[in-house]
Nanobody
């Protein structure tokens, strides 16, 4: 089990950019697949972007493709989500998550992840 803490959320205007960070209590590279999810009021927790444990595969949800970029440092102690061209539809609580893995698989379903941060609020005004 790894502890995760998100930061970097806030209030921005449509079209702005924002960078979220997720600090892990231990290295995750080679041992955890990691991902970003978001949950808006009244909606399910949805996959946004993820990286395989071996860092050789990245996947994005369709609406995030071309606008968001996920990355992590070499050891995987910090996970990032760089967001651009934000719209009010991006307003949600953003969570980072980790799943024990030693493979090239990117997991896109929340149920697969066992470790979660507390979330950081992102609000995009029009």
């Amino acid at each position: 089990q790894v502890q995760l803490v998100e930061s970097g959320g806030g209030l921005v205007q449509a079209g702005d950019s924002l960078r979220l960070s997720c600090a892990a209590s231990e290295r995750t590279t080679d041992t955890y697949a990691v991902a970003w999810f978001r949950q808006a009021p009244g909606k399910e927790r949805d996959f946004i972007a993820g990286i395989s444990a071996l860092r050789d595969n990245i996947r994005y949800e369709d609406s995030a493709q071309g606008r968001f970029a996920i990355s992590r440092d070499n050891a995987g102690n910090t996970l990032y989500l760089e967001m651009t061209s934000l719209t009010p539809e991006d307003t949600a609580v953003y969570y980072c998550a980790a799943k024990r893995s030693w493979s090239s698989v990117v997991f896109t379903t929340a149920a697969y992840y066992s470790d979660w941060g507390q979330g950081t609020q992102v609000t995009v005004s029009s």
